[in-house]
């Protein structure tokens, strides 16, 4: 039994999605205790969207889901680590391979990756 | 000009802090407005500590602190992405290279992490 400490913010702790092969950290979302179970379940990420205020599979619309292949936790139990196989290539629903497709650089944000889908064709 | 949106999670985003070289994902902690230019001016990991309720720089009582090498923002600008020079090589208070040194097997965690130092000495 693993108990995570959903308590302490709500209801909801921070969740990060990992390239398992290459380490690139993907996308941050949220787990409520129901998503982090069908996690565990399923072997796909599964969140819960802020937004929506549902459970999202992760995936659902664009097909690219993610395999879950290690879950780790933190020392306050409080957040979540996925390591994942990223299907398709692109975790960020603006078509990159990760949602920090952004850097800072001299004071403003510079984009360093390139496209993987595009949007438009992707979410109709 | 930076502008990132603290109004959607109460004044405080994430931010993940992770090794520069490695690429292991080290600690999740939290910033309000003011960590994040403090990050930004020093160059030197600074978040909120949401049990203190104050700034927290990173490091100050363990020596441990961590040099920003880049900061990467996400799509939604609402996770900030660290990418930093451990110090001293431990980021986690309990003396682990990583506050994700247990993972999930067979529905429990095992710890997979040596410590690098011992919390006890560190903190007195």
Not at 32 to 59: H, I, P, V
């Amino acid at each position: 039994m693993i108990d995570l400490d959903f308590e302490k913010t709500n209801g909801l702790i921070p969740a990060i999605a990992q390239d398992w092969n290459t380490g690139e950290v993907l996308m941050l979302a949220y787990m409520n205790r129901e998503a982090f179970e069908e996690t565990l379940k399923s072997g796909k990420a599964t969140y819960f969207s802020r937004s929506r205020q549902s459970l999202w599979k992760k995936g659902e619309t664009s097909g690219h889901t993610q395999e879950v292949k290690e879950i780790r936790v933190d020392c306050d139990m409080d957040t979540v680590l996925l390591k994942v196989e990223q299907k398709g290539g692109a975790a960020c629903h603006e078509g990159y391979s990760s949602c920090f497709f952004s850097k800072v650089e001299n004071g403003e944000l510079a984009i360093t990756h390139e496209r993987i889908f595009d949007p438009k064709k992707v979410y109709k």
